[in-house]
């Protein structure tokens, strides 16, 4: 079985679109079909997973995956990146890169996540009240990315304001922040939460009806591996790709090609 790749674009636009270049072509050096999917960071570990599984269902294939804000994934693409694959935390920036005539198939939801808030064990903070307090380190997401939304909006909901949170280009980001300690507390997903082994402790007091991101996904024109592309989607929609989302904590998507497979 070839063995997963995976790019987290943390460094910035030049070095990330010099970085894709050496793996988009159909073929990666070793011979192995490549399939390149840009995906929210939020995804990581359930599409790792579901990576894992489709190279054990297309042996010869080397699924690269390659994970960010998506508002920075967009942008990628708007400029010229050439992926197969693009699964965003926004409709709204999926829709950005339709704009722009880049999607050769609709978009597909596919999962939820819920944004909460969360705080490191080693702090003191205990409410979301506290969050406006400026003896705590607050962390969010940037305000361009989906995790950003959905957290300015939780606060705003609440009657929360953050005098200066420290903003960060991606959930995961926000999520390591709060659980070294480096900070105090953050909203992160619920996704996240359950994927922190403790490292995260939920902070009571949101509102009751919860901030919702809804994910979505497509292939690109830009494609050069339409059947794996293809399959890719269908495995994520599918039951298997499906139980994959909820145990690492999303909820399912709406699409109306949810299958069995």
Not at 61 to 86: K, W
Not at 202 to 219: D, H, K, L, Q
Not at 245 to 253: C, E, I, K, V
Request: some cysteine; proline content about 5%; aromatic content about 4%.
């Amino acid at each position: 079985m070839p063995e997963l790749r995976w790019i987290s674009l943390v460094a910035g636009c030049a070095v990330a679109v010099v970085s894709l270049s050496a793996c988009t072509s159909t073929q990666s050096t070793d011979g192995l079909d490549t399939l390149t999917v840009f995906a929210a960071a939020s995804l990581k570990v359930p599409f790792t997973e579901i990576a894992r599984e489709f190279e054990s269902r297309h042996p010869g294939t080397d699924v690269v995956l390659v994970t960010a804000g998506s508002s920075t994934l967009a942008r990628q693409l708007v400029d010229g990146a050439s992926v197969d694959v693009f699964a965003s935390a926004s409709p709204t920036l999926i829709q950005r890169v339709a704009a722009a005539d880049l999607l050769l198939s609709e978009p597909d939801e596919f999962a939820s996540n819920i944004a909460v808030p969360v705080r490191s064990p080693s702090s003191s903070l205990r409410s979301l009240d506290q969050f406006s307090d400026e003896r705590y380190r607050i962390v969010l997401c940037a305000r361009t990315v989906p995790c950003g939304e959905a957290a300015d909006e939780l606060l705003n909901r609440a009657g929360v304001s953050t005098p200066r949170p420290s903003r960060e280009s991606d959930v995961l980001a926000v999520a390591g922040k709060v659980a070294s300690g480096e900070a105090d507390a953050g909203i992160v997903y619920a996704s996240d939460l359950r994927q922190s082994d403790g490292r995260l402790v939920p902070v009571p007091g949101t509102n009751e009806v919860p901030v919702t991101s809804r994910y979505e996904i497509a292939i690109l024109k830009s494609a050069r591996n339409h059947p794996r592309a293809n399959d890719w989607i269908a495995l994520v929609t599918s039951s298997v790709g499906q139980e994959i989302l909820r145990d690492a904590g999303f909820g399912l998507g709406q699409s109306d090609d949810l299958a069995d497979g």
